[in-house]
């Protein structure tokens, strides 16, 4: 077992090393660069001195062999340097903004496991019933359902139910306010956007945990519980739930490491200033540093989430942790 | 953006079932039919839809890109059944070619990225060893890289359009696939008769295609069912961004972006109709897939 | 001069009869201001260095300049007036030297005292900028010689040349005066801090959210400003600014939102919601790379122009696009701007467009050019390039020429204008101050204009505008500044100006006292606004 958690775990260090050179090389091969479009975007014109001497002041005037050599060694000692943007520390880039993305993240979670795993039990304990098909229904249509598409229809039909009501269209407060200042203010920018992601979130788990429902109520040792007798509402909680919980753990652990796409799109439709913003924003400057360091963020974060998964498999196969 | 329920349960059991029972291609169809009434609803909302994209220069009305300036923004009517868009365009048409848009850019990078996660994952499988570990690493690597710095880079880098928009969702795919199919692929690879084969001289490629292939095309199927509509909705969002088909192609997600939120209130009817097509497109895929993966895993077929 | 002035009076007069009527009403204290700022958190807050408009709506109200536009009239061209000075100066010594006295009692909001060397120094350091500072404007300063301080109340700019030029270059709306004492501490401290002598003091900055600030109590504008507080968010996305103003999360935003969406907010809110329009000192432009065949030929230039429908189509284009005057390179509503009748003798603004396009489709023939088809170079930016592209594309098709667009985001898009990878190109050449004479720069010789990446030299049209820079008269220099533009646009066909943006911004009617202008980098400071609530 031992054996094979090392390997595991050094394994890791070559897809993240892979991933800081794709970046890298990927955002080299853009033309133009971060100058430009500081420079440019107003639309005035500028100096080639103006130009150069923005180069220089950021780097990126450097053989590219030096730019990277100097970015694995800052990856090495933790160190992901100063965003080309703002000359602030990348760091304190992130820092900002990743408390709103992961209360986001946390809240669609909850939202989807608390509608997911009961649903999914019925829906698997009724199969082909009413229930099971209109469960069935709303989670197929919540994979079929942009996200975007849906958070626009969502604010739409609040500004207008809300007008339709008092009078006054109400609309989320688009300036944030972190949880512990204000928490109302705070839950209503963070609701509808939890919803949205969530919605597709809480699909994906409900099927999951319909068919792993589904597969453990088949199992011989169920049947010998009935054929003794136990109250069926034991047998559930007692056996099948626990038993069918984990792949349904799993596949939550993983899509939310995941869950960053759908923060993408939904921190534009909802004009949250969050870590998906920032992703396309870096890219759209061309920030080398910041992108590198958004991507490295996200790629640590879903290589440690299968390789927890792994391992957790792992340990459970006894083939693997006796040996 | 999106990921597949991997339910590694179900689709790795389904390679101890060995392949299908060959009964033809029709026998197999009616028997699905019949046996499967909700995926009959799936097939039938995408054949609607597909049909319509591949004869769409005859069913539309108008010409998808013909601006008409003393029609805009026109609620729908009989002479626009679905209303015009702020360019005066007639939205059932743009809807009509916009299936083709879909079904080209969903089904080309499903099965590219399907039968290159196929071969990357059969031969990851059956190699083993440092190929199987360094390819492993590529494709993770390429799977946990975000997709939309992705996308923004193969957009920056190559342009938009739709070739590069097929490039951008097809990458992510690859993987997926991959791992999936490798996972099937591997507990094949541990039955002895590949080792039998192979000491009777057997081949690479015939062992591969014999033996393995046939037996991962369960799983494979259903993933590169959920991958069309994967990539319809990854296309829908990348063009929402920005990054898809361009002006004037018509494209659903295309058809989402600018003027749908910008009319939402006077013309809502831009924004709801190519998002419902959406829907109801990826809704009958998944139907048709949930269906296919039913009739493949005999674990989860009703008794 | 006289007649710029009536011009300008005039123009003002019409602009201020579309503006809601305020003059009769006095300003009422207090209240919090929230607006929208269009764009993510700009590169820096310092002005001297950046270019984007998201520094100027973010940190304008906390910094005082030294000259500006008349806020109370930002629609001239030519009526600026003194913020920190004490009165606009009659140039001496043969139009070469400027001397400015500087207000007393002029405080920075940590306690330091402003003088003139305050200002001299924030003004070396635009227009010298010392090694390792950017500033991206010292180009339009090069008629300045030096700036000196005889006294600590004065300042004199010596020009090395007399220019017209050099008034509206002063009165640059990124000319903040900075803090002498900082600045020579550390020239990068106003990256990422903001302290000045403006109406406001900032009090919270966060990053990529918003920037708030309170009256500034020592302001030396008695009785401004106006309001107690100000809050700006950031708000990129178009919808969201919209369904904020609807919903009164942000009562203005200060760029300008398409006509669909103005439509809407007053749709929906009727009277809650006021509505200020003006002509914006931006312009569509396609420009033609003429190292790329068969553009070199003056004929296929001109067929392009000509296909255009510019009087049809402005007025549908301007119910869903920003744009709507059709115009000649120079900003309609200046004194300088030809009128319609001299307009249609040029090549694309004929009367008849059927006439036009024969005429384009025999230039193509002649050229031997006629199945010809090119790749549009276009920005990722909905408001006006998409539908000016797709429009453009509609139009050229009208002559068989087909067209096929490149959409590319902002970065690599400049990028590939420089490196000239591209054939036709639609661009904006947008200004703040209106400076005809400066503005039109863009369209000289790329090698005396940067900014030009048509790839073309041309010695005559280089005399045709020197010809008008240096005119004294101000009616020849009109007739002058039409010829300029005619060869420009008609005889030599180097770009093709297609339409001049137009700027809308509706906004809660509880907002006074902001004038809306041609330029959204001017007037930005907050200092005469005030709610009526």
């Given amino acids: 077992m031992y054996r094979y958690i090392i390997n595991r775990v050094l394994l890791v260090f070559p897809t993240l090393l892979g991933a800081a050179t794709l970046v890298f090389v990927l955002m080299r091969l853009i033309p133009g660069d971060i100058c430009l479009v500081r420079l440019g975007s107003g639309g005035e014109s500028f100096t080639t001195a103006a130009l150069a001497s923005c180069h220089a002041e950021i780097g990126i005037d450097r053989p590219w062999i030096v730019q990277y050599l100097s970015y694995i060694w800052g990856l090495a000692r933790f160190d992901f340097g100063i965003s080309?943007?703002?000359?602030?520390?990348?760091?304190?880039?992130?820092?900002?903004?990743?408390?709103?993305?992961?209360?986001?993240?946390?809240?669609?979670?909850?939202?989807?496991?608390?509608?997911?795993?009961?649903?999914?039990?019925?829906?698997?304990?009724?199969?082909n019933s009413w229930i099971d098909l209109l469960v069935r229904t709303f989670s197929i249509a919540g994979l079929a359902t942009p996200a975007f598409w849906l958070g626009i229809v969502s604010i739409l039909l609040v500004l207008d139910i809300t007008q339709a009501i008092s009078g006054v269209p109400w609309m989320p407060p688009i300036d944030y306010v972190p949880l512990w200042r204000d928490p109302i203010r705070n839950l209503s920018i963070v609701m509808l956007p939890a919803i949205t992601i969530g919605y597709r979130y809480c699909a994906v788990s409900m099927r999951m945990t319909r068919s792993a429902m589904l597969e453990v109520l088949r199992e011989d040792y169920i049947r010998t519980a009935r054929a003794k007798g136990l109250i069926n509402r034991l047998i559930i909680n007692r056996h099948a739930l626990k038993n069918a919980l984990l792949p349904v753990v799993t596949v939550i652990g993983i899509e939310f490491a995941f869950l960053i796409g759908g923060l993408v799109v939904t921190e534009q439709v909802f004009n949250l200033n969050g870590i998906g913003r920032l992703m396309v924003l870096s890219v759209q400057n061309q920030d080398y540093t910041l992108t590198q360091a958004l991507v490295m963020l996200v790629v640590t974060i879903a290589v440690v989430s299968t390789l927890v998964v792994d391992l957790l498999y792992a340990w459970l196969d006894p083939r693997i942790r006796l040996a | 953006m999106a990921v597949l329920e991997p339910t590694p349960t179900g689709l790795a059991a389904l390679a101890d079932e060995g392949s299908l029972a060959p009964r033809g291609v029709f026998g197999v169809s009616l028997a699905f039919l019949r046996r499967q009434p909700v995926g009959a609803l799936g097939i039938f909302l995408?054949?609607?839809?597909?049909?319509?994209?591949?004869?769409?220069?005859?069913?539309?009305?108008?010409?998808?890109?013909?601006?008409?300036?003393?029609?805009?923004?026109?609620?729908?009517?009989?002479?626009?059944?679905?209303?015009?868009?702020?360019?005066?365009?007639?939205?059932?048409?743009?809807?009509?070619?916009?299936?083709?848009?879909?079904?080209?850019?969903?089904?080309?990078?499903?099965?590219?990225?399907?039968?290159?996660?196929?071969?990357?994952?059969?031969?990851?499988?059956?190699?083993?060893?440092?190929?199987?570990?360094?390819?492993?690493?590529?494709?993770?690597?390429?799977?946990?890289?975000?997709?939309?710095?992705?996308?923004?880079?193969?957009?920056?880098?190559?342009?938009?359009?739709?070739?590069?928009?097929?490039?951008?969702i097809t990458i992510p795919l690859i993987p997926r696939c991959s791992r999936v199919v490798r996972s099937s692929a591997l507990a094949i690879r541990e039955v002895p008769y590949v080792d039998a084969a192979r000491a009777l001289g057997y081949g690479h490629m015939r062992i591969i295609l014999r033996h393995m292939v046939p037996n991962v095309m369960g799983p494979f199927l259903v993933i590169i069912t959920a991958f069309v509509g994967q990539a319809i909705l990854t296309e829908a969002a990348l063009s929402?961004?920005?990054?898809?088909?361009?002006?004037?192609?018509?494209?659903?997600?295309?058809?989402l972006q600018g003027g749908a939120e910008e009319y939402a209130t006077t013309a809502p009817w831009i924004a709801i109709f190519p998002g419902l097509a959406i829907m109801l497109t990826v809704f009958g895929i998944n139907l048709f897939g949930d269906s296919l993966r039913d009739v493949l895993d005999p674990k989860l077929r009703d008794r | 001069m006289a007649l710029a002035r009536a011009g300008a009076a005039a123009l003002g007069a019409i602009l201020l009869a579309a503006a809601p009527a305020v003059a009769a009403e006095t300003p009422k204290h207090g209240g919090t201001l929230t607006y929208l700022i269009p764009a993510d958190a700009p590169p820096t807050l310092d002005a001297h260095r950046e270019t984007t408009y998201a520094t100027i709506h973010a940190t304008a109200p906390y910094y005082s300049v030294l000259i500006r536009v008349n806020p109370d009239n930002p629609s001239s061209t030519t009526d600026f007036v003194c913020d920190l000075c004490t009165q606009m100066p009659q140039p001496t010594d043969g139009g070469k030297t400027y001397t400015f006295k500087i207000r007393d009692g002029v405080k920075f909001t940590n306690g330091d005292a402003l003088s003139a060397a305050d200002v001299a120094d924030s003004w070396n350091a635009i227009i010298f900028p010392p090694k390792g500072v950017l500033s991206p404007r010292s180009s339009n300063f090069e008629m300045v010689d030096r700036v000196e301080t005889p006294d600590?109340?004065?300042?004199?700019?010596?020009?090395?040349?007399?220019?017209?030029?050099?008034?509206?270059?002063?009165?640059?709306?990124?000319?903040?005066?900075?803090?002498?004492?900082?600045?020579d501490k550390d020239p990068h401290w106003y990256e990422k801090n903001v302290m000045g002598s403006g109406p406001?003091?900032?009090?919270?900055?966060?990053?990529?959210?918003?920037?708030?600030?309170?009256?500034?109590?020592?302001?030396?504008?008695?009785?401004?400003?106006?309001?107690?507080?100000?809050?700006?968010?950031?708000?990129?996305?178009?919808?969201?600014?919209?369904?904020?103003?609807?919903?009164?999360?942000?009562?203005?935003?200060?760029?300008?939102?398409?006509?669909?969406?103005?439509?809407?907010?007053?749709?929906?809110?009727?009277?809650?919601?006021?509505?200020?329009?003006?002509?914006?000192?931006?312009?569509?432009?396609?420009?033609?790379?003429?190292?790329?065949?068969p553009f070199d030929d003056v004929r296929v230039r001109r067929a392009l122009t000509l296909a255009i429908d510019r009087?049809?189509?402005?007025?549908?284009?301007?119910?869903?696009?920003?744009?709507?005057?059709?115009?000649?390179?120079?900003?309609?509503?200046?004194?300088?701007?030809?009128?319609?009748?001299?307009?249609?003798?040029?090549?694309?603004?004929?009367?008849?467009?059927?006439?036009?396009?024969?005429?384009?489709?025999?230039?193509?023939?002649?050229?031997?050019?006629?199945?010809?088809?090119?790749?549009?170079?276009?920005?990722?930016?909905?408001?006006?390039?998409?539908?000016?592209?797709?429009?453009?594309?509609?139009?050229?098709?009208?002559?068989?020429?087909?067209?096929?667009?490149?959409?590319?985001?902002?970065?690599?898009?400049?990028?590939?204008?420089?490196?000239?990878?591209?054939?036709?190109?639609?661009?904006?050449?947008?200004?703040?101050?209106?400076?005809?004479?400066?503005?039109?720069?863009?369209?000289?010789?790329?090698?005396?204009?940067?900014?030009?990446?048509?790839?073309?030299?041309?010695?005559?049209?280089?005399?045709?505008?020197?010809?008008?820079?240096?005119?004294?008269?101000?009616?020849?220099?009109?007739?002058?500044?039409?010829?300029?533009?005619?060869?420009?646009?008609?005889?030599?066909?180097?770009?093709?100006?297609i339409l001049w943006w137009y700027r809308i911004v509706p906004y809660r009617a509880e907002v006074k006292g902001w004038k809306i202008s041609p330029s959204h980098y001017i007037n930005q400071d907050l200092s005469n606004i005030w709610l009526d609530k």
């Fill in chain 2, 240 to 255: 929402y961004l920005g990054l898809g088909v361009q002006e004037p192609v018509p494209a659903w997600g295309l058809m």
């Fill in chain 1, 84 to 127: 080309m943007w703002s000359g602030k520390p990348v760091v304190t880039e992130i820092a900002t903004r990743f408390p709103i993305s992961l209360e986001v993240a946390v809240m669609a979670t909850v939202i989807a496991v608390a509608i997911a795993i009961p649903l999914g039990t019925i829906s698997a304990l009724k199969q």
């Fill in chain 3, 200 to 293: 406001f003091k900032m009090t919270d900055y966060e990053v990529g959210q918003s920037i708030t600030g309170v009256r500034n109590p020592d302001y030396y504008h008695k009785g401004q400003p106006y309001l107690d507080k100000i809050v700006g968010i950031f708000a990129p996305k178009q919808a969201t600014r919209v369904d904020a103003i609807r919903s009164g999360r942000g009562q203005i935003e200060f760029r300008g939102l398409p006509p669909a969406s103005r439509d809407e907010l007053k749709k929906d809110l009727g009277d809650k919601i006021a509505v200020q329009e003006s002509d914006w000192n931006c312009g569509s432009v396609v420009t033609i790379n003429h190292a790329k065949k």
């Fill in chain 2, 46 to 168: 995408v054949l609607l839809f597909g049909l319509a994209g591949v004869f769409a220069n005859w069913i539309a009305p108008y010409n998808p890109t013909a601006n008409d300036f003393a029609a805009m923004t026109e609620a729908p009517s009989w002479a626009h059944w679905l209303g015009t868009d702020q360019l005066g365009r007639d939205l059932l048409s743009r809807i009509l070619f916009g299936a083709r848009t879909a079904f080209v850019v969903g089904m080309t990078s499903a099965f590219v990225g399907g039968v290159s996660g196929l071969v990357l994952g059969v031969g990851s499988a059956y190699f083993g060893g440092y190929v199987d570990l360094w390819l492993q690493r590529l494709l993770d690597i390429v799977m946990s890289f975000p997709l939309i710095i992705m996308a923004l880079a193969v957009v920056s880098i190559f342009g938009t359009g739709v070739q590069n928009v097929i490039i951008a």
């Fill in chain 3, 311 to 497: 009087w049809g189509g402005a007025p549908a284009l301007s119910k869903i696009a920003d744009v709507r005057t059709v115009g000649s390179i120079i900003f309609p509503a200046s004194p300088l701007a030809p009128s319609k009748q001299e307009l249609q003798e040029v090549a694309g603004f004929w009367p008849d467009i059927n006439k036009s396009r024969e005429e384009a489709k025999r230039l193509l023939k002649e050229a031997g050019a006629e199945n010809l088809s090119f790749e549009l170079l276009n920005r990722d930016v909905d408001q006006p390039y998409k539908y000016v592209a797709i429009w453009l594309v509609d139009q050229w098709s009208k002559i068989g020429v087909h067209v096929t667009q490149k959409v590319m985001p902002s970065g690599p898009w400049i990028a590939t204008e420089r490196a000239g990878n591209f054939t036709v190109v639609l661009q904006a050449n947008c200004h703040s101050v209106v400076n005809p004479l400066i503005d039109v720069q863009p369209y000289l010789s790329s090698s005396v204009s940067k900014q030009n990446y048509g790839n073309y030299e041309d010695p005559k049209e280089q005399s045709l505008y020197d010809a008008a820079l240096h005119e004294t008269d101000p009616a020849k220099q009109k007739q002058d500044m039409f010829q300029f533009a005619k060869y420009v646009m008609d005889t030599e066909a180097h770009k093709l100006m």
């Fill in chain 3, 152 to 183: 600590p109340n004065t300042v004199v700019f010596h020009l090395k040349f007399a220019t017209q030029a050099f008034l509206p270059a002063l009165a640059d709306p990124y000319g903040y005066i900075y803090d002498k004492k900082i600045l």
